[in-house]
């Protein structure tokens, strides 16, 4: 079994020379997000996730959470290593200093976040839920409400949970059930809720379920949904913990992956009903939970950064050790590691280079959340949030489709040994196959962002970022270096294939919304390819500059531009497919509905 070390070396290149760190330290509240500072939470942070949560990891798998009378038994270690997680202060990390958060911006996070789901996502799914309570209420609750409840949200001496699911509504949320019944200054909650993650455990002496569910005027769909605050132990004005709410775990579910993580059927109102409060107006419910589903979604996405990182470090262990063959090409050579083999190199260097740029992605769209929640400039708030919202379901789909692919190659690079549960390959792949599914399946991301991120807003946003790309292509144009002219070709062929797709989509999706649907998915991977081998040579770039200046880190910038080189040539060609997948769409749609199953 291999030891998780953090990359760090990447993560600052990504936050500090790709996002630039400039940018995000000019932001209010973020004066003291010094390079040194951005190094120390890195380094703490990483020692935590392969000193505590990696060697738990396993032993989460195996052992799982337990579930007997309503009551959660998390597997063995991880209710110690909560109370650790909370004492370093993790879990207030990009949280309001008001409510006791250390105010750090999400580029950080997600760099944090890689390292958590890495070493064990089943873990961390639980401080995720958390924090996206944390961010639901600050936007959304009253005074009263943050008071009550963020201290220990923050602190992590409570835990969140989300609560949409039940066995009706999945990817269509406008047929919950729920009923909130209104009595006094508060209301009372029935329904079931299912799939609820970490909806019971031991960890915190509270949990607090934020529930979709109905008034009885409401209207019906989506519209008449409102947004409460459920705790399991009601809770005082002081934030005393009073007497046991009517909401309580009646199963969990057995599961291909995240054994760790509890995934909890909760029935709500049994006896007299859940005590709920509202949060917000009344059917503005969905509206509001929005905000704690972006961030789970950006969240989900780096799951898929992460177990990708920490299938490829895996694989790459066992690469070096397993001995298997003769070097190919040498007349009675030596017996060697797999790794000398040209096929088992071609597998890693795909698992790294599709890491890196997914990492890139991922922290891109954080500066642009972090920007559209801080820039002082209203219009530049808005700028970054149109393209946090594009960039959201990219990074949800693309990352967490791409995050199997890679476990899976993972698997393969350990042959016979990888189908076999010892040496741990196959958990990463069975943790992954959950990440395309929860936080809305890659088929619903896919609608998202062809939807109402490019059709309906006739591709205002996607088209900035196209000709962002195509202002880069100039600067590369400029610079006399083989490996990135091979780089720069390549990118425009897939940034053309992305215009192509773009231009048909708009063309299409007002008179064939059957069409352009058959064609989501495959655009939303084509947007993925593409934007990550954008990343990928500015960072191949940016290598070179550095190369220029006589930089130290020698071996790190060269790598790099081998890493983007390979992507280029290995990956960003998928785009020209996507594109013709997507163009065929009209045709596609015919074979479709005249399919027979
Ligand atoms: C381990 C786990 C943890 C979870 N945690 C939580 C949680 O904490 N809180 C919570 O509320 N829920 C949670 N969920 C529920 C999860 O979000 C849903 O399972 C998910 O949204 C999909 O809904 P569904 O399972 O009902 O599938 P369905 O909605 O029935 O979808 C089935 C298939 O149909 C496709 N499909 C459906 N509608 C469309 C459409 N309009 N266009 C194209 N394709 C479509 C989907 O893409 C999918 O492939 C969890 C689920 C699991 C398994």
Redesign the pocket.
Known sequence: MSTYAAPIRDMKFAVKELVGLDDIAGLPGCEDLTPDVVDAVLEEAGKFATGVLDPLNRPGDTAGAKFSNNVVTTAPGFADAFKQFSQGGWTGLNCDPQYGGQGLPHIISAQTSEMWNSANMSFCLCPM?TAGVVASLMRHGSDAQKATYLPNLVSGKWTG?????EPQ????LSAVRARAVPEGDHFRIHGT???????EHDMAENIIHMVLARTPEAPEGVKGISLFVVPKFLVGADSSLGKRNDVKCVSI?H?LG?HG?P?CVMAYGDADGAIGYLVGEENRGLEYMFTMMNFARLEVGIEGVAIAERAYQHALDYARSRVQGREIGVKNGERVSIIHHPDVRRMLMSMKAQTEAMRALATLASAHLDKALLHPDKTERAGNQAMFDLLTPVVKGWCTEQSIEIASTGVQIHGGMGFVEETGAAQYLRDAR?TT????????QA?DLVGRKVAYEKGVTIKLVLGEMRAFDAELGKVGHPGLAVIRRSLAEGVAALSEATDWLLATFPDNMKAA?AGAVPFLKLFGTVAGGWQMARAALIAKNRLDENSEDYDFYRAKIGTARFYAEHILPLAAAYKQEIVHGSSSVLALEEAQF
């Not at 949970?161 to 699911?165: F, G, P, S, V």
């Not at 509504?169 to 269509?172: E, L, Y």
């Not at 809720?193 to 909806?199: A, L, M, V, Y």
């Open positions: 839920l949970t989300m609560n949409l699911t509504a999945g990817s269509d809720k299912i799939f609820i993650t970490w909806g579910e599961k995240i993580s995934t959950i599914i929860y936080e809305g399946t890659t088929g619903i609608n649907s």
